[in-house]
């Protein structure tokens, strides 16, 4: 097969500038870098391609005997078998912490090692809640398991009298390092665990490990208003830190359950309301329970539609303590009774005669019919 122009591999014009040429190798070579694609024969090659390409454009004396010449001005001077040029990377990607974020995703820090003192784990803890409880606040109590300093050890791990031992295969740092392909790879010291040390003498009380499992009660408040899936935080509830560290975080979730008649959406609620065909065509005042349990009367204007909302304000979600309420939204559903006496019928009978009903009907306009 023959070999690419050494522009075309890396995706460059012959005029590139040695940034252009740089960042277009760089770009490749995290690509087809061997460490990224083990086995990959193809982008093993592709790689070697790259560095052959970028090794001679890089430097001005190869690049312009290529320029006039092409591959034969350049025999000699370098090639896809030698790449010992490139056995440091630090002129292409900067520190070795770009390297290590740019091909095994770490963070580029180095651990000096788990023996300090470190925040523990934060926990979650989900919690259902009435729907009329979420609208309103609430308080709860909820009890959960976590981990808390052993009494006996303090937090160390180690019986009484002893101490830890700076760990000897990694001399304390938790971590060992290696060669992979052209890179020193740091990896969690086997020994210790990425701890940096050893307990001779674990306390019998917790085998070590600093920390024994407790249930814990707390009462938490439910705020005013909180939707389905929002959460609070309670700071400093979570799992004690390792060597003694402080306490993380405890999260609470609030699952709210459904109500049988009210919906809420933002701030607002809903609910729907049967009302009789007279009420709707002669109007009414009737009387509707809201969600705190008070009665209000809300007065039916005549001729209203099937489906139509009335809007009572300040009786929906509190936004906050001391904010002003959302509002409710009532929608009148009327019903058809489906059974009339034999009076009832003879008086629908009536008014049809009276009205003059249309046993012709004309189609409504569909934007009419949205607009109602």
Same mark, same amino acid.
């Given at each position: 097969m023959a070999k690419r122009d050494y522009y075309e591999v890396l995706g460059v014009q012959k005029g590139a500038t040695k940034d252009d040429i740089k960042k277009a190798y760089r770009k490749l070579?995290?690509?087809?870098? &061997?460490?990224?694609?083990? $086995? *990959?024969? @193809? +982008?093993?090659?592709?790689f070697k391609e790259a560095t052959e390409a970028y090794e001679i454009l890089s430097d001005d004396q190869k690049k312009a005997a290529y320029d006039q010449f092409g591959f034969a001005g350049v025999e000699g001077m370098g090639g896809s078998q030698d790449f010992s040029a490139f056995r440091d990377f630090g002129d292409i990607f900067g520190d070795f912490s770009s390297i290590f974020d !740019?091909?095994? /995703?770490?963070? /580029? #820090? #180095?651990? %000096? $090692? %788990?023996s300090g003192v470190r925040q523990g784990a934060n926990l979650r803890y989900d919690v259902d809640i009435s729907f009329k409880d979420a609208v309103f606040g609430t308080k709860v109590e909820i009890q959960y398991s976590r981990n808390e300093a052993c009494p006996v050890c303090k937090g !160390? $791990? +180690?019986? %009484?009298?002893? /101490?830890?031992?700076?760990?000897?295969?990694?001399?304390?740092?938790?971590q060992v390092r290696h060669s992979q392909g052209f890179f020193s790879v740091a990896s969690t010291c086997p020994n210790c665990g990425g701890e940096g040390y050893i307990i001779e003498h674990p306390c019998k009380e917790c085998n070590g490990a600093g920390t024994q499992k407790k249930r814990q009660k707390i009462m938490v408040t439910v705020p005013p208003g909180v939707e389905n899936g929002? #959460?609070?935080?309670?700071?400093?509830?979570?799992?004690?830190g390792p060597n003694g560290g402080p306490p993380g975080d405890l999260y609470v979730f609030? #699952?709210?359950?459904?109500? @049988?008649?009210f @919906?809420?959406?933002?701030?607002?609620?809903?609910? +729907?309301? &049967?009302?009789s065909i007279s009420q709707a065509v002669l109007g009414a005042d009737?009387?509707?329970? !809201?969600?705190? /349990?008070? !009665?209000?009367?809300?007065?039916?204007p005549p001729g209203i539609q099937n489906g139509k909302m009335l809007r009572i304000r300040d009786e929906g979600i509190p936004a906050g303590s001391g904010g002003r309420r959302g *509002?409710?939204?009532?929608?009148?559903m009327i019903q058809i009774p489906t059974k009339l006496s034999r009076r009832g019928k003879e008086l629908m009978e009536e008014l049809a005669r009276v009205e003059g009903e249309d046993d012709s009907p004309k189609p409504i306009p569909l934007a009419e019919l949205a607009e109602q």
């Open positions: 070579a995290i690509q087809y870098h &061997p460490d990224k694609n083990q $086995g *990959n024969k @193809e +982008a093993e090659e592709k !740019t091909f095994f /995703g770490g963070n /580029g #820090r #180095r651990s %000096s $090692g %788990s !160390t $791990g +180690a019986s %009484s009298g002893t /101490g830890k031992k700076v760990c000897s295969t990694c001399g304390g740092s938790g929002k #959460r609070v935080l309670i700071p400093r509830q979570g799992d004690t609030f #699952r709210v359950k459904p109500h @049988e008649y @919906e809420r959406q933002d701030m607002d609620l809903y609910c +729907a309301v &049967p009302i009737i009387h509707v329970i !809201t969600l705190d /349990g008070k !009665t209000i009367k809300v007065k039916v *509002n409710l939204y009532i929608k009148l």
